[in-house]
Nanobody, 119 residues
Framework: QVQLVESGGGLVQAGGSLRLSCAAS????MGWFRQAPGKEREFVAT????????DYADSVKGRFTISRDNAENTVYLQMNSLKPEDTAVYFCAARLNTRSTLAFEYPYWGQGTQVTVSS
């Protein structure tokens, strides 16, 4: 059974940084998504299963970086220059094949971690 465990969320002031981690029970293509109250889940970033390719939502491009440590089967989301509109529950997700920006293509999900950015 695939397990994904996120950590690293918290409260930060606007302009600050956080790093989220997602420990997986194997090697997968991974994605980060987020969901703010009253809004649909949205794509944030995705990385291929060997880490050679990544994609980002326009709203986070240049501020967030997705990376992975394949020896530890852990994926990271480094979030810099955080804005109040980045406030959401962040979820990591895994799939067996290529990376994807589409939530419905991910069969495995973590429990989510709250990120709150104060103004």
């Amino acid at each position: 059974q695939v397990q994904l465990v996120e950590s690293g969320g918290g409260l930060v002031q606007a302009g600050g940084s956080l790093r989220l981690s997602c420990a997986a029970s194997g090697r997968f293509a991974m994605g980060w998504f987020r969901q703010a109250p009253g809004k649909e889940r949205e794509f944030v970033a995705t990385i291929s299963n060997f880490g050679g390719n990544a994609d980002y939502a326009d709203s986070v491009k240049g501020r967030f970086t997705i990376s992975r440590d394949n020896a530890e089967n852990t994926v990271y989301l480094q979030m810099n220059s955080l804005k109040p509109e980045d406030t959401a529950v962040y979820f990591c997700a895994a799939r067996l094949n290529t990376r994807s920006t589409l939530a419905f293509e991910y069969p495995y999900w973590g429990q989510g971690t709250q990120v709150t950015v104060s103004s």
